[in-house]
């Protein structure tokens, strides 16, 4: 299976309320929105500075390399709220999970949400064996939406990633495929 292909066929997926799809320079005004924002950036990415700035990273980033990268938005209003990503090992048929949400939707269960559509893709569709994400430990919510898609807690990796300046420990979170598909079960 080409999981590129697959990924560019399944480049928008819809949700109750959220439409995942790729990520344009019309959604700079609202990336820079929660990309400029400090509490947002602080575990994720650097503060973007100028729209300048949040432009060029959707270029470089999101519309250089479009498989697997997504828009989130609430449908009742187009706005795009944050974004998720997916990034296959084929390989080892397994996958990284990475998202950022404007702190004026968090507590909105969307982040959920879109997880639950990237897992969903990543098992159902990519036929993968294990989707994973990390988190800095000093970000605990976001470990709550890994535990929210039944991710279970794998671990510390101790100064795993250097970002702002500052060594990090990561939480390693992890779903298995049959994990996976015993929880849809359950539903």
Do not use: W
């Not at 109750?16 to 947002?40: K, Q």
């Not at 949400?101 to 893709?121: F, H, Q, S, V």
């Not at 535990?147 to 420990?169: P, T």
């Not at 598909?181 to 359950?186: D, G, Y």
């Amino acid at each position: 299976m080409d999981i590129t292909l697959e990924l560019m066929k399944h480049s928008t997926l819809e949700g109750e309320r959220i439409l995942l799809r790729p990520v344009g320079l019309a959604d700079a005004p609202d990336m820079f929105e929660y990309a400029s924002d400090e509490e947002t950036t602080r575990f994720v990415f650097e503060t973007h500075r100028d729209r300048a700035m949040t432009e060029e990273a959707i270029a470089n980033y999101f519309m250089a390399a479009p498989a697997g990268k997504y828009a989130i938005v609430v449908k009742d209003t187009k706005k795009m709220i944050g974004t998720i990503d997916i990034r296959p090992n084929p390989t080892d048929r397994i996958a990284e999970i990475g998202y950022t949400l404007n702190k004026g939707y968090c507590g909105n269960g969307y982040m959920t949400e879109a997880g639950k559509l990237i897992t969903a893709l990543a098992f159902e569709v990519l036929e993968l064996e294990k989707v994973f994400a990390m988190h800095d430990i000093l970000n605990p919510a976001s470990g709550e939406v890994m535990k929210r898609l039944g991710m279970q807690s794998e671990g510390i990796l101790r100064r795993h990633k250097v970002f702002k300046g500052r060594s990090c420990d990561m939480a390693y979170y992890g779903i298995l495929k049959e994990e996976y598909f015993q929880q849809a079960r359950e539903v």
